[in-house]
């Protein structure tokens, strides 16, 4: 059984910094694509980046280009979200999710096709 598990959300003030992790463990293959999703409240869920084990630049929304940053540990089955210059608007549940296989540029996004989701962290950016 395949688990994920997002942690580092906190409340902090704009401008400041922080860094989500999402820990994966179980069974699982090592060729996925990890994608970190956000849901504010009133507002859908949407894609926020993602990346391929298998290697290539990550994709990202336009609202966090520049900012955000997405790594793995592939030793420590560990995925990063590393969030800079952070604003109100980027106040959401963040989630990690993984499906088996690549993401690609015009479909990482669409939610359905994940195969295991984390619990969420809550990320709170104060004006």
């Known amino acids: 059984q395949v688990r994920l598990v997002e942690s580092g959300g906190a409340s902090v003030q704009a401008g400041e910094s922080l860094r989500l992790s999402c820990v994966v463990s179980g069974y699982f293959y090592t060729q996925y694509c990890m994608s970190w999703f956000r849901q504010a409240p009133g507002k859908a869920r949407e894609g926020v980046m993602s990346?391929?084990?298998?290697?290539?630049?990550?994709f990202v929304a336009e609202s966090v280009k520049g900012r955000f940053t997405i790594s793995q540990d592939t030793a420590e089955n560990t995925g990063y979200l590393q969030m800079n210059s952070l604003k109100p608007e980027d106040t959401a549940m963040y989630y990690c999710?993984?499906?088996?296989?690549?993401?690609?540029?015009?479909?990482?996004?669409?939610?359905?096709?994940?195969?295991?989701w984390g619990q969420g962290t809550q990320v709170t950016v104060s004006a």
């Open positions: 990346i391929n084990t298998s290697g290539g630049l990550p």
């Open positions: 999710a993984i499906l088996y296989g690549n993401c690609g540029s015009t479909a990482w996004s669409r939610e359905e096709l994940y195969d295991y």
